[in-house]
């Protein structure tokens, strides 16, 4: 193809321009997302995927109905499971649609959050278009304000967007890899079509054809299309710029680029070839690539087939089918209607104090930024204690604001009351680009490991919206940066995205 494809990912992507209208100064590499049509944010708004800022208040669930699924990807083994694993295709029980509704409406009862239900495997929800369609219809009679969402490979799609149209579906995924078959061989060794099954560039082609016609029909339909890539490093992470371009310009809300998920013990054929995901580092940069032309998501858990909770909880375990009560349970929807409220009411206090924050950062250098992780489980404020935290938040603050940018997953610290010094490394380690960390409580011995590894601990903030808190300590470092008393750094990371994870 003429790259080489053995380079940093990196030094191989095409360099974005940074654009006029870049609030942080061309180093994201991508212009202001415009504004969303009315139409779009109210769709938008409660939907944890779709927004970043939902996904602190709005909790989703997934059934998993469709075990079947009608190509095979070369990171994907739906026979491994495993109650700690966190990929999609991974379940631990496979619903029927009657099962599925039971199931959601025992969640709604208990999970006040909760706005919406996806199907998303653990095979291809299109792939299984009865289970699929029937267990939506059900929902949909049931609970007619949880959103309906749906991800899939795209194959079978064109075919089913008059039915998704028809059921109120308004959020389908896409996983869109690739548009050059040369690349698509590396990552799809068959798909099955018309009782035949392809194979090679003729199967990739097949599938990005079917994948852009679905796109395309979705946004005819005015159906929210979000596109997932796989980021792989030296197989499409060089390409991914022109995937990006290409589904933007057919419509698709938004992309999520994510790390490839490759161990050997997956016993996918990427994990028993020693194929690598990215590091932090490449995954970065390939999402500041597509920047450019895409709003691109940052904030997605890659959860499994059957997650329950906010993103980043996985509360499936609580609801499995032998814990649901004989008969289905009531829906509750004043309860939700009461969350919606309240978060109404913390979104405007919540904006009117980070407005408050923002405007004592005027005099600082615009250039200036600065990455900090916060401690939060959920409701949009800094709230989870150092040793509690399984993962942490990282923003970068600027005198434009606070982006988020990625969560780093860790093992909890605190366990039986005890700290551990390997689990406090690895949160060292997954920290290390960061100026501070913003939390309830630490403890005084993590307090001065990462202290002493140029890590500021700050509480002062406890409690407080998270953009607040983290432009009110950016205002503060400001000043010290200004006194000379600190130096603003990012450093970089090589290791493995994801490798934080293996010692929870
Ligand atoms: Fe589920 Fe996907 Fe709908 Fe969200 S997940 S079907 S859009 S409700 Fe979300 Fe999970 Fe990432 Fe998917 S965090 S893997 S992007
Ligand atoms: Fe697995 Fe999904 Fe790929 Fe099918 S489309 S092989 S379920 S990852």
Redesign the pocket.
Known sequence: MGRDLHAPAASRLPVASPAANCRFQGGCGGPVPPELPDDVAAKVKNHPCYSEEAHHHFARMHVAVAPA?N???H??N?KYDCANESR??VVSERLSPSQALAKVLAVAKEVPELAVVGIA????PLANPGPTFETMELVKRAAPDLQLCLST?GLALPDHVDGIAALGVGHVTV?VNMTDPEVGERIYPWVAWKGRRLVGRDAAKLLSERQLEGIARLREKGILCKVNSVVIPGVNDAHLPEVSRRVMALGAFTHNLMPLISAPEHGTFYGCTGQAGPTREELEAVQACCEGTARVMRHCRQCRADAVGLLGQDRNAEFALSRLPPEPAQDVPDVRRAHRAGVERVRALAAQARDEALSRLAGAPPDLRARVAVATKGGGTVNEHFGHAREFQVYEASPSGARFLSHRKVGSYCQGGEGEEDVLDAVLRALSDCQAVLVARVGHCPKGRLAAAGIEPVTEFAHQPVEAAVLSWFGTFAGCVARGEVRARTPASSEPFGSEAQVA
């Open positions: 699924c190509i095979q990807c990171y994907c739906r999609p295709g495997g653990p095979g291809d490979n996983t």
